[in-house]
């Protein structure tokens, strides 16, 4: 029986290391724990360097419906939650995630430029989504797919996030008693197909 790695990395060049490596499974986290600062869209950054080929996994301040569209439109196979696990919403925001419909990895890639703006700001890249992309989406997914998705409904925001002092409202706060739960979600490759997250804290 062999076994996978997945490696942690948060910068293109970890990444890269890491694939000459022989790493064929990349997971971007976008919490720097050096400097206790989020990246929010370092994800999105290091995704238009990997490799087609490469499993890529993102994490790191993952909490909303609008996030996981962005990542699964920029060609992301999985998505690991960790906070997000003590929203008492949790069960219906996966539901949402599971619901998530596209066209296949390598038209995703493709199609960047079509969804995606992408400005220079000193040393970063700022990426953002285009007005238009929930039509250009709905309207691959009718071809490619064979049925219409409306993908707006997705964008609901769940409850604010909860400072440390406050704990979340009718939830259990997950702590070193909780259990690494894989969970087959999100972004398909084909219209059958799955993919796996793992949810941990």
């Known amino acids: 029986m062999g076994l996978e790695s997945i490696v942690e990395v948060h910068t293109l060049v970890d990444a890269h290391r890491a694939i000459e490596a022989g790493a064929n499974k990349i997971m971007v986290n976008q919490w720097d724990r050096v400097e206790h600062r989020l990246y929010p869209t370092r994800a999105l950054e290091v995704k238009q360097g990997l490799p087609e080929e490469i499993t890529a996994i993102a994490c790191g301040g993952i909490m909303t419906m609008a996030q996981v569209h962005e990542l699964a439109l920029a060609g992301y196979d999985a998505i690991c939650f960790g906070r997000r ?65 409306d993908i707006t409904k997705f964008h609901a925001e769940p409850e604010p996030e909860p400072t440390d002092s406050e704990p979340p409202k009718h939830g259990k706060i997950f702590g070193e008693d909780s259990k690494v739960t894989i969970l087959t979600i999100g972004n398909p490759r084909t219209q059958d197909s799955t993919i796996p997250v793992v949810c941990w804290l």
Do not use: A
Request: with cysteine; hydrophobic share 35%; net charge positive.
């Open 85 to 149: 696990l003590k929203y008492p919403d949790m069960p219906e925001f996966i539901t949402q995630v599971k619901e998530w419909k596209g066209p296949c990895k390598g038209i995703l890639q493709m199609s960047r430029g079509l969804f995606f703006n992408y400005e220079n700001e000193h040393e970063f890249q700022r990426v953002s989504l285009k007005e238009n992309h929930l039509k250009l989406l709905n309207e691959m997914n009718s071809f490619y797919l064979g049925k219409q998705v």
